[in-house]
C-alpha cells in the first residue's frame, strides 16, 4: 500500500501521540503534541495509508523553523512498527529538508539517542554527520549525539 504524506491538521493529535509510545525516552506529552499543531515554527508532516477503507497515520515528522536562526531542527520522526522499513522515514526527512531549503535555512540539525541504530542508519544514508556527543542527554541517562546536514547552494 502506498502511503501518502501530507500536512498534520490539529485533529491528527490523538495519532501523533500515539505515534510517541514508540520512543523509549523524552515522550511528548498530550500538550505538547496538540501544542506542536498550532505553533508558527512547526512544520508536522504524516504519513497515512489506507486501512480497510479508512486512512490511518502511520508516520510523523516534526520540523522546527525559529526565525532568528537559519539552522532548522527536526524535533521528531517516528514511524510505526507495522510500517517500518518502507523508506517513510526517508520521504518524511526529504520533506522536512525541501521545506527548510524553501526557507533558506542552511542547515538541519537533530538529536538522537547514541544507542538509536535506526536512526542513526537513516541519517548517515541521507548525508547527516555528527557535530556534537551529548552527554547523558535523555532522560533515562542516556547519551545523545547532535547531527548536522549542510545544504549546498544549489548551482547556479
Ligand atoms: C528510525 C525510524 C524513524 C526509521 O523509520 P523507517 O520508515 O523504518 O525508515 P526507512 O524505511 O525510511 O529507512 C531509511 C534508511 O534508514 C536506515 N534504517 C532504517 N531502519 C533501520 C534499522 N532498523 N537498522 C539500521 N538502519 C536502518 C536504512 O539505511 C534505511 O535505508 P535502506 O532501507 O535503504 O537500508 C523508525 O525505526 C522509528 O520510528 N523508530 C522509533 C522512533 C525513533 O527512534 N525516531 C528517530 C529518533 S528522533
Redesign the pocket.
Known sequence: VKARIRRADPKDHTSLFE?ES???SDRMSRRTTRRMLGIATARVWVAEIDVDGLPRVV?ALILLLRSRTQVAR????????E???????????ARAEKEARSLAKKAIT????ED???????????GYSEANRLPKYYDDGADGLRLRKDFRRASP
Open positions: 505515534l514508540h520512543f523509549p508516520a527536526i524535533y521528531s520522526v517516528v514511524v510505526a512498527d510500517a517500518r522499513g518502507q523508506g517513510l522515514a526517508q520521504r518524511l526527512v537533530l538529536e538522537v539517542r538509536n541504530v535506526a536512526a542513526r542508519g537513516l541519517y548517515a544514508k541521507l
